[in-house]
């Protein structure tokens, strides 16, 4: 059970650090809408985007089939996974045929949903993690807190120490100019020693039979590029149906997520190299039951920007950890309760559906009316917490009485007005923990009404 | 297990058909796209400059990287250190300090430049190298990715990738840094050959 108020309430404990936190997704907000504003059509590429992916969910099956077979003629290995453990004894098949013992990996959010570094490890391959955020968090041995900035919580003196302890650099050291470099010399390193690279998908071309592949950093190239087995882990959802849909989707992809024009690189692979071999696994793991959800379906468009996290309120001032998840903020509590509805009834809660995700989100699901409806299914299956049920319930009895309402405003009114702070703020009162009550008119709005009407 | 079931679950889940929107051909900017272009690369953190003959980069080579000793050029009139078609292993290409690639077009609304697998010769270079110089014809610049993807086709070669703008990072407290994991330079020659 992820108690996500509890991690939370943890989380702010260090306020300045909240702040800190706050500002710097905010900061990467404003980015996006900077570079959204750029472009004219901004608000027609996500209606498209949208439309395309609704096409997509309406024909994954052919697109896959067709995807699949392009990719066989291009001389791709095609590898299907139901779940998450089969997905990881694929890879660990294919690095065994080649007695690979060292892998570089760029990032890719399935194979931190299949736990596949913790799966090889098991079975003794060294797995590095190049992209720079995702070696600090490898190293620290924790999960990733964002899709996109995978160690936006950390602090460069914190990054600093680490370094110093695992990559010998200087004591004390924090510029990120100095700690980038050790990171690049350390990396190259396992680059040039891997015997096999892996990468994440952003999109897959039906009519092609490509992958496509975007970093800022450059390192799924360079793990590819130079290793003899190259592999791409990809969800069913990732399928686009051609090239030029391509242009759509990277339009949005960079500007949604870090509010750059476009990534540094974004590498588009057909065919292994001559005498290297390439290998594309597409994975479900739960994708397909989302798909029957007609509720919840949308959620597969999403495309990984991290858009709804930069702006979503509650996960600024909370933090991706207090999510329990790989995939925090509004996305996650969406994807979450299908995977398992009891352990992660506590997420759709983490939302003020202020409804910025939806507002944001470069393929416009339709994120914060997704959380209500998690909300409603919660409750009926009854997952709601004791606190929440209890309350609910009185509210509705109460609602359902029209003089019960009345008298109870009454009260309430009267209550607000003349009882002492303690008898008002108590361990009853989740909601004035660390919120003022509101100041209580005299009358209600019936009495009001009563007496203004003409 | 594996592909049937995955796609029986498909068929059995998806919704009803939905109609593929057409891509509608959008309206050109107020600049042009090689002053767009120049904008949005330099922003990126790459250098832009001008030659009028393919032999005057040779001379921009030397004045740009004096220290560079290895350097691995699959175009012809290039001063090459490194014979890129000897070449056994791309770890062999670890030492190089700068490679000079031709591009095949530039997209004006990201500063980016599209390069294929042949014009590399090998793969790793653009990456592998410590510094990067792109050639592109200054009449290939398109406005949009709409258009560099209706000029390219993406299958053409096994690899072929849009590059805009030297490796970058800044996930050490959102403070950029260039040159991550690739190339740490990248300046883009607008030629008129
Ligand atoms: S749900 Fe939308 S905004 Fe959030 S990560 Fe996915 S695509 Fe981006």
Redesign the interface.
């Known amino acids: 059970m992820i108690d996500h108020a509890e991690k939370a309430a943890e989380f702010i404990r260090d306020e300045p650090r909240t702040d800190w936190h706050d500002e710097s997704l905010w900061f990467i907000r404003h980015k996006r809408d900077k570079a959204s504003q750029d472009v004219p059509e901004w608000e027609q590429l996500r209606e498209l985007a949208s439309g395309i992916k609704d096409n997509v969910l309406s024909e994954l099956d052919h697109y896959l089939e067709q995807f699949e077979a392009n990719a066989l003629q291009n001389g791709v290995q095609v590898h299907w996974a139901t779940d998450a453990a089969e997905h990881n004894r694929i890879v660990h098949s294919i690095l065994k045929k080649h007695g690979v013992s060292r892998m570089v990996k760029s990032k890719s959010m399935l194979t931190e949903e299949c736990h596949l570094n913790d799966f090889l490890a098991e079975q003794g391959i060294e797995v590095v993690d190049t992209d720079l955020g995702e070696r600090i968090i490898q190293l620290r041995e924790e999960p990733p807190s964002h899709i996109v900035l995978p160690a936006i919580h950390l602090k460069k003196e914190e990054i600093g120490a680490l370094f110093h302890e695992k990559l010998q650099t200087r004591e004390g050291a924090t510029d990120p100019g100095y700690l980038t470099e050790a990171a690049r010399g350390h990396l190259r390193q396992k680059f040039v020693e891997a015997q096999a690279a892996l990468t994440g998908v952003n999109f897959a071309i039906a009519e092609t039979g490509g992958v496509v592949v975007c970093t800022n950093e450059g390192n799924a190239d360079m793990g590819v590029h130079l290793a003899p087995v190259q592999i791409h882990c990809m969800g069913i959802e990732k399928i686009i149906p051609k090239a030029e849909h391509l242009g759509v989707f990277i339009r949005l992809l960079a500007r949604s997520a870090t509010g750059q024009p476009s990534t540094i690189y974004t590498a588009h692979h057909h065919r292994p190299r001559p005498g290297a071999e390439m290998h594309i696994v597409i994975v479900d793991n739960g994708r397909s039951a989302q798909l029957g959800r007609s509720d919840f379906r949308n959620s597969l468009k999403c495309i990984r920007c991290g858009a709804c996290m930069n702006t979503c309120p509650i996960y600024r001032r909370s933090g991706g950890h207090s999510y329990g998840y790989t995939i925090p903020g509004p996305i996650g509590s969406i994807l979450t309760p299908g995977i398992d509805l009891k352990a992660y009834s506590d997420l759709p809660f983490a939302s003020t559906l202020c409804g910025s995700c939806s507002d944001v989100c470069p393929v416009k699901i339709n994120i914060h009316e997704q959380l209500f409806r998690w909300r409603q299914i919660i409750a009926q299956e009854g997952y709601l917490p004791s606190g929440k049920k209890r309350a609910l319930a009185w509210f509705g009895k109460i609602m359902a009485r029209p003089a019960w309402f009345r008298f109870t405003g009454k009260v309430a009114r009267l209550a607000l007005r003349i009882l002492p702070r303690p008898f008002l703020y108590n361990r009853f009162n989740e909601w004035g923990k660390a919120r003022e009550l509101p100041e209580a008119p005299r009358e209600s709005f019936q009495e009001w009404y009563k007496k203004n009407r003409r | 297990?594996?592909?049937d079931?995955?796609?029986q679950?498909?068929?059995?889940?998806?919704?009803?058909?939905?109609?593929?929107?057409e891509?509608?051909i959008?309206?050109g900017r107020e600049i042009t796209p090689t002053e767009q272009f120049i904008k949005?690369a330099e922003?990126?953190g790459s250098q832009i400059l001008r030659a009028a003959h393919v032999q005057e980069i040779n001379a921009m080579l030397k004045n740009l990287f004096p220290e560079a000793r290895n350097i691995a050029s699959p175009v012809p009139e290039i001063t090459s250190t490194i014979n890129l078609e000897e070449i056994q292993s791309?770890?062999e290409l670890?030492q190089v300090d700068v490679a000079v690639i031709r591009g095949h077009l530039g997209?004006a609304?990201?500063?980016?430049v599209w390069l294929t697998?042949s014009a590399c010769r090998?793969?790793?270079l653009p990456?592998?190298t410590q510094h990067l110089m792109l050639l592109i014809p200054e009449t290939s610049i398109v406005p949009?990715?709409?258009d560099?993807?209706?000029n390219i086709?993406?299958?053409d070669?096994?690899?072929?990738?849009?590059?805009?703008?030297?490796?970058?990072?800044?996930?050490?407290?959102?403070?950029l840094?260039i040159?991550?994991?690739?190339?740490r330079s990248l300046t883009i020659i607008l030629t008129a050959f």
């Open positions: 297990m594996g592909k079931s995955i796609l679950a498909i068929r059995q889940n998806k919704p009803a058909g939905r109609p593929l929107p891509i509608p959008f309206p949005m922003t990126g791309p770890l670890e997209v609304e990201n500063g980016a697998e090998h793969r790793i990456f592998i949009t990715l709409h560099a993807y209706r086709r993406i299958n070669e096994g690899f072929g990738i849009f590059i805009a703008g030297p490796s970058k990072t800044a996930d050490i407290e959102q403070a840094v040159g991550a994991q690739g190339a």
